[in-house]
């Protein structure tokens, strides 16, 4: 079987081919420019917003328009994400980053990531279980920050963590990885 390639950048070898390709199929991304995905890139709030509300509603979900706020301080309502930050926070998936505001060009930690894509998945009023006496990760201590979140992913078969027993909770979420936890929490073709 011979493998194609949507990404220039994504050669068949890449770690995490299969579910870029799979991203790229569903239709909730046509990548970072012409022709490349940009696997190593960092993953913003504002991007977050998009990959999570094409992932929830498909490939041709648009947001509703912003009108004359965006609910966020910092996020003007002529900014190039305004809409789906606001139909994010409408849906109860965000509440920002405190203060007011949704900080759109901060990046996003894999530990911010487990709270809004299991809200996207399972509704806004999820609250994953307990989490128990360990996370089962050896650097997510059990009262940490989305403790409980990072536990239910692992149960939910949406990650691994980060290898060694780790989740790396510090760590941004890039381009690739957002692959993987979007096609495995919404079951993307």
């Keep these: 079987m011979v493998r194609t390639t949507t990404f220039t950048d994504v050669p068949t070898s890449y770690w995490a081919w299969q579910y870029i390709e799979r991203l790229a199929s569903a239709g909730v991304t046509g990548g970072c420019g012409t022709g490349i995905y940009c696997p190593d890139s960092t993953v913003t709030r504002a991007q977050m917003a998009i990959f999570l ?46 203060g007011g505001n949704y900080c759109p060009d901060n990046v996003v930690t894999r530990a911010q990531m487990a709270v809004p894509l299991l809200k996207a998945k399972n509704g806004s009023s999820y609250s994953p279980p307990a989490v128990g006496v360990s996370t089962g990760f050896n650097d997510v201590a059990a009262d940490a920050f989305a403790a409980a979140f990072i536990k239910q992913l692992v149960a939910d078969g949406i990650t691994a963590g980060c290898g060694n027993s780790n989740y790396c909770p510090n760590d941004s979420v890039t381009r690739a990885q957002m692959a993987v936890f979007l096609v495995r929490a919404f079951n993307l073709p």
């Design 53 to 98: 509300l094409k992932g929830m509603y498909g490939s041709s979900y648009a947001p509703p328009a912003v009108g004359v706020s965006t609910g966020f301080g910092d996020v003007a309502t002529d900014y190039w994400a305004a809409a789906w930050i606001k139909q994010l926070a409408a849906e109860g998936i965000t509440g920002g980053c405190g």
